[in-house]
């Protein structure tokens, strides 16, 4: 029977991995995929990481020598990987392109909405017995120029929300999805998007091109007040400038699901540690920042899929059978 061994595992993840009928023998490991962790993975044909593990060439090398001979990512993205090495050492990586882009586009929405109409403060306020409205002013959507910037699986359906939402949609991608273009949505140059929106969302994957894709030439060609929400990756932002585009009011508010520096931060418990990335910790003490730590995924439909798919990936790849979801 093949084996796989997951590495960075929490509960949720064994949940949906355990529902999956499959001959491939699960190993749950909790720690995340490194150098100095890589021997966890000895003698397995096959390993599973998601965002944050260390895919680098070392690793790979590493990996490669203990016999490892695939690498399923249970995720789209595919930044952390080097490619290069991978092929170089004969191991053939593998994703998962499309597990719910439902999911990441209603958490896109959701930190819209709500860092819109500041429920993320409303809520602790009235937990509180503090019943003002003072600092809760938001705007209607409807009427708004939002920007989706790449509309690909999930920034397609973010368009299409929005659209509900009675905003005028831009859209900004080399692809123009013709259901958008029909309904109105307005494929622009990245120049008038960020020109003319009050609301920018990153929906496109992180790129040597999108690396700090907003930075601080492009802030200053926002909106002043402009809304910024990234459910891409971090370093789709260059933080430092999106905290002087805060502190200046350039930037009206920022919500984030991901983060350059994440891989020190998010998916653990950390509320009994002193949090050492200043840059991080400045732009928790922000009132109109909202963070998730990397959940835009994470919906039972979406764990779901991603065992379903990782599993039949593993399965194909240790056949020798074509497996399509093969990275690039
Ligand atoms: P996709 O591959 O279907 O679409 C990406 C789109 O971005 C494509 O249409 C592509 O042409 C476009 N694009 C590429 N470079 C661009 C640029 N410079 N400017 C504008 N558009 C550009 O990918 P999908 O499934 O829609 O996912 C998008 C990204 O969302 C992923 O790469 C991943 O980084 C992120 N993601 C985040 C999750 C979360 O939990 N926060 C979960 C899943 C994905």
Redesign the pocket.
């Known amino acids: 029977m093949p084996e796989l061994r997951l590495f960075s595992t929490k509960p949720y993840d064994r949940v949906g991995f355990d529902r999956v009928d499959s001959p491939v023998e699960r190993v749950y490991l909790e720690p995340r995929l490194a150098l100095d962790t890589v021997g966890l993975a000895d003698g397995a044909p096959a390993v599973c990481v998601f965002v944050n593990d260390d895919v680098s060439a070392p690793v790979i090398e590493a990996l490669a020598a203990g016999g490892t001979r695939c690498v399923a990512l249970r995720?789209?993205?595919f930044n952390n990987v080097n490619l290069d090495a991978a092929e170089r050492h004969g191991i053939t990586v593998v994703r998962v392109p499309?597990y719910s882009?439902n999911a990441?586009a209603e958490h896109t929405i959701a930190l819209i909405l709500a860092l819109n109409r500041r429920i993320h403060r409303a809520y602790n306020r009235v937990r509180d017995g503090n019943f003002s409205l003072d600092g809760l002013v938001g705007f209607d959507l409807a009427g708004k120029t939002a920007a989706v910037?790449?509309?690909?699986?999930?920034?397609t359906i973010v368009a299409r929300l929005l659209w509900h939402l009675r905003c005028r949609v831009l859209a900004?991608?080399?692809?123009h999805d013709e259901h958008l273009v029909g309904l109105g949505v307005e494929y622009v140059p990245?120049e008038r998007a960020l020109a003319e929106s009050d609301v920018i969302t990153l929906?496109?994957?992180?790129?040597d091109?999108?690396h700090h894709?907003v930075d601080a030439a492009a802030i200053e060609r926002m909106r002043p007040g402009v809304m910024i929400v990234n459910?891409?990756?971090g370093a789709l932002i260059d933080t430092e400038a999106a905290i002087d585009g805060l502190k200046s009011g350039r930037v009206g508010s920022l919500a984030l699901?991901?983060y350059e520096e994440e891989g020190e931060l998010f998916f653990e418990d950390r509320s009994q540690e002193i949090i050492g990335d200043d840059v991080f910790a400045r732009l928790l003490t922000f009132p109109n920042v909202l963070v998730t730590a990397?959940q835009?995924?994470l919906t039972r439909e979406a764990l779901d899929a991603i065992a379903t798919t990782t599993l039949a990936n593993v399965e194909a790849v240790l056949a020798g059978e074509p497996c399509p979801n093969t990275v690039p």
């Open positions: 995720c789209a993205g499309a882009p990441v910037i790449g509309t690909g699986k999930i920034g900004v991608d080399d692809f990245l929906n496109c994957p992180l790129t091109e999108t894709l459910t891409g990756r699901d991901v990397h835009a995924f």
